[in-house]
């Protein structure tokens, strides 16, 4: 069977403009991968357009409004699920304004189509005394104790998202002053991170215990398992969730689903509080855009603001701070599939 000109289009954008000219993550491709696997069968089923008949006559504004309207009345994604939806169709359109100019009117009528609102939630993060509750129920006299604590506490320590941990080898730990790691986000960025003497400490001797201190082992993952192989970042969520269960003993506030990004969120408002400029931050956190970080000050100026009411009301002096499916069998689902 010919292959039609949105099949080329959107092989030539996942094999090579996102592999090789975006240098995409392993997660994005699969997330994009997923949208455009529920855009197809959305095509086949309520428009009558196979996948193998599909083309970019048909990929319109109109077609893409409707497709969004189904993903939240049908699939009820909320409005982020969406707008990531969005984004991964944006993502291609953006490819086909250089592959297929001809047609840009058509790709800019998709491309002005505004991202759904989100309600905007209050930003949850851990205090300090939380954070240290969590540190130090973690039992260091056994290895993987050891290991557990370097790891939750350098995620804590960086602001690191949890794949940017998983994917840390020996060679991206540097000791000498001024102690730093270096992190790959998003895009393949590269960041340099600060760490602060504690985790220096706790780091050191966990890779000493481990023996990466040899001549040999810069490739080899900094966090892995009894097999040496890398710890997944569902592994890692899995590790900090068993230790958040035994820090709700003594410290009830902490929440009961702890997750590595509510350490990140931790990260940011404890730099915010100590007087970090948001430009820092978002170097930290690896924001590409400033606006993303300016969330954290937003929090910060609501809490501040609301802990300056509650004591106006009650009177009582000043605040004390805190302590330390997919069923169409056709060539282009299932290419999509095997990704």
Not at 28 to 48: G, V, W
Not at 77 to 104: C, G, W, Y
Request: glycine share 4%; with cysteine.
């Amino acid at each position: 069977m010919k292959q039609t000109d949105f099949a080329l289009s959107l092989q030539k954008f996942f094999r090579e403009h996102l592999v090789y000219q975006r240098k995409s993550s392993d997660n994005t491709i699969k997330s994009y991968r997923d949208t455009f696997k529920i855009f197809l069968n959305y095509m086949s089923d309520k428009r009558r357009i196979s996948a193998s008949k599909m083309t970019l006559a048909c990929f319109t504004a109109d077609e893409i409004r409707k497709f969004r309207k189904y993903l939240g009345t049908a699939r009820k994604n909320s409005e982020k699920t969406q707008n990531q939806r969005m984004a991964a169709l944006h993502s291609f359109v953006s490819f086909l304004q250089q592959e297929r100019p001809d047609q840009i009117a058509q790709w800019q009528a998709i491309l002005a189509m505004p991202s759904q609102r989100c309600p905007s939630k209050p930003v949850k993060y851990l205090s300090q005394k939380e954070i240290a509750a969590l540190i130090s129920v973690i039992q260091t006299n056994t290895k993987k104790g050891i290991r557990d604590k370097a790891m939750i506490l350098l995620l804590y320590d960086t602001g690191a998202r949890v794949q940017e941990i998983a994917d840390l080898t020996v060679q991206d730990v540097r000791f000498d002053t001024p102690a730093q790691i270096t992190l790959t986000g998003k895009g393949r960025k590269m960041r340099i991170v600060p760490m602060m003497p504690t985790t220096v400490k706790i780091l050191k001797d966990y890779m000493k215990v481990f023996g990466m201190t040899r001549d040999g082992k810069e490739n080899q993952p900094l966090f892995h398992n009894r097999l040496g192989e890398k710890l997944t970042r569902f592994g890692i969520a899995y590790i900090l969730s068993t230790y958040g269960v035994q820090a709700r003993k003594c410290e009830k506030t902490i929440p009961k689903k702890l997750t590595p990004h509510l350490l990140r969120h931790s990260k940011a408002m404890h730099l915010l509080e100590e007087g970090c400029s948001e430009v820092v931050i978002q170097h930290i956190l690896g924001h590409s855009d400033l606006k993303t970080t300016s969330v954290y000050a937003k929090a910060n100026v609501e809490m501040t603001r609301a802990a300056l009411d509650k004591i106006n009301k009650k009177n009582t002096g000043t605040a004390t701070n805190e302590v330390f499916l997919w069923k169409n069998d056709n060539d282009l689902l299932s290419w999509l599939e095997n990704l």
